[in-house]
């Protein structure tokens, strides 16, 4: 599992919005502006009240963002070569973004998916079950993480990746996410960690070597009453370098970054049962392109 605004509108007032009653002049150089009075709080002399958020969501989010980059922090040593990413200027074709419609694998290796076609989509397909299996909660077990790594990573790989991950999932960052110091789950609670991919991209195919970037939504926490570790949500980019390695994608390295995150909707946090059973109810997927 590891980790642009612009300003728009009417510059003449410097709040970000372009302004309903701005009047100009006829002609060209001639031109003038009369500003007539704004809202009522601009009447009486208050300020406009800007849109609040909660402190307290902002700084939870952030927190498990960083929990989830040092987790998952894969090393990531000189020698990499930068992906071919599409120009900014290039539009994305119209079924980019559709579902292909195409069965991804037939076949599975400790719960995940494997034998993905060795194309664009099957890396595509590949990465957005990997990242599944990254962040989930069978990475905070040592014997289960093995097991993962095993299965996904380039096998000469396999070695460093453990010997990264042995460290980043320490004593220290287990009781930060609310588990035992060995990675169990305390009695009476339900531990959650789970990834959601929203979207795959391919931004380089040559070959035997893929990348692609993998858009997802993400849930950390322990949900159980009294919980210091609520389960929250988070949002994130993993990129995934893929290698073609015994008749099958594999990831030879991976690096993650904040966002793209939509604004948080309206809704009314649930309980933590209810988060617990959703949890153990509600199953998995395997994932394609």
Not at 132 to 156: E, N, Q, W, Y
Not at 233 to 252: P, R
Request: aromatic share 6%; charged share 20%.
């Amino acid at each position: 599992m590891s980790p642009d605004e612009g300003a728009y509108g009417d510059p003449g007032r410097g709040d970000g919005h372009a302004d309903p009653y701005a009047r100009s002049g006829p002609g060209g150089s001639g031109q003038t502006r009369t500003r007539l009075p704004d809202y009522a709080d601009d009447r009486q002399g208050g300020p406009r009240r800007p849109v609040r958020s909660s402190s307290r969501g902002l700084v939870t989010v952030v927190g498990i963002v960083v929990l989830l980059i040092a987790a998952i922090a894969f090393a990531n040593r000189g020698g990499d070569e930068p992906s071919s990413a599409r120009p900014d200027t290039e539009r994305p074709q119209a079924d980019s973004t559709a579902a292909s419609g195409t069965r991804p694998v037939d076949s599975q290796q400790s719960g995940i998916a494997t034998g993905f076609a060795r194309d664009a989509q099957g890396a595509q397909s590949a990465a957005a079950n990997y990242a599944v299996a990254l962040g989930s909660a069978d990475m905070f077990d040592r014997t289960k993480r093995s097991a993962v790594l095993r299965t996904i990573i380039v096998p000469s790989k396999v070695s460093g990746f453990a010997s990264t991950l042995d460290k980043a999932y320490s004593p220290d960052f287990h009781r930060a996410v609310g588990l035992n110091d060995d990675g169990t789950t305390p009695t009476g609670y339900t531990f959650v960690s789970r990834t959601t991919p929203i979207g795959t991209k391919a931004t380089s195919t040559e070959g035997d070597r893929a990348t692609v970037e993998v858009w997802c939504s993400g849930l950390l926490g322990l949900a159980g009453e009294g919980s210091t570790n609520p389960v929250t949500h988070t949002w994130f980019t993993l990129t995934l370098n893929l290698e073609w390695t015994d008749g099958d994608w594999k990831v030879a390295t991976h690096s993650q970054k904040q966002g793209p995150a939509p604004v948080p909707g309206d809704n009314r946090a649930s309980s933590a049962e209810d988060i617990a059973k959703a949890v153990e109810g509600y199953g998995g997927f395997t994932y394609a392109r």
